[in-house]
């Protein structure tokens, strides 16, 4: 299964590519991630890519810009030709314009494959605002809370003395801050859903309150996928 994933900032995205990464066995690749881990000189294990290469990336990424298409799409290679993705993988967080969905689409030809499916998890951005806005964070160990269910417990207070007792909402959590991430996240599957759907490859699952849900509505919509 070679999956692409789209889903916004509090979409349940990432427990979502989680479970399924499990379920079929295969890895969640975002080249965020690597190029953050190479930022901090952390070669990925397996990985095969030159100094020069690393230097490069490195540079691009201290100096602010963003890391061309090109390499990017290399770097995927690279990270595609290891042996735990020979079921599959996950792209998460890329691509994100119909450049980056074109030169993926050509690598993966060239190696003789092919994005299977594209699965959006659909929640509406006032959902989205209701679940992050309200959600309030320990300072110290890093727990969250929901103020309209489960504030800390007698028992969290006593785990977390000082801290669970005095949440404090993180600046990524106010309602200005996830309407900014939201609008870029829109920008994305603005371009990229018609470039998909127009392949016959989206599938969509709405993102409900419960998550068995959720996952019953993201099992319904993979099993449109066709490998
Ligand atoms: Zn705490």
Redesign the pocket.
């Known amino acids: 299964m070679r999956l692409v994933m789209f889903g916004a900032p509090g979409s349940g995205k990432g427990t979502q590519a989680e479970r399924l990464s499990t379920k079929y066995n295969i890895p969640q690749i975002s080249t965020g991630e690597i190029f953050r881990s190479l930022k901090r000189g952390e070669q990925i294990p397996g990985m095969t890519l030159s100094k020069d290469v690393v230097d490069e990336i490195s540079n691009i990424i201290n100096s602010g810009a963003l890391v061309p298409d090109e390499l990017t799409i290399s770097v995927l290679k690279n990270r595609i030709s290891l042996p735990d993705c020979k079921n599959g993988f996950i792209l998460d967080g890329f691509p994100r314009t119909i450049n980056q969905g074109e030169v993926l689409d050509k690598m993966l030809s060239e190696e003789g494959t092919k994005i299977d499916g594209v699965l959006e998890i659909n929640v509406s951005d006032e959902a989205i605002i209701k679940r992050l806005s309200g959600r309030r964070t320990?300072p110290?160990?890093g727990?969250t809370y929901h103020i309209t269910d489960k504030l800390p417990t007698e028992a969290?207070k006593e785990a977390?003395p000082e801290?669970?007792a005095n949440l404090i909402q993180r600046d990524d959590d106010k309602e200005e801050v996830i309407r900014k991430r939201l609008a870029t996240y829109h920008e994305v599957t603005a371009k990229l859903k018609p470039y998909y759907e127009a392949q016959g490859k989206l599938v969509t699952a709405n993102g409900k309150e419960k998550l068995e849900d959720t996952i019953a509505e993201v099992d319904a919509a993979m099993s449109k996928i066709e490998q």
């Open positions: 320990c110290a160990c727990k969290d977390c801290h669970c």
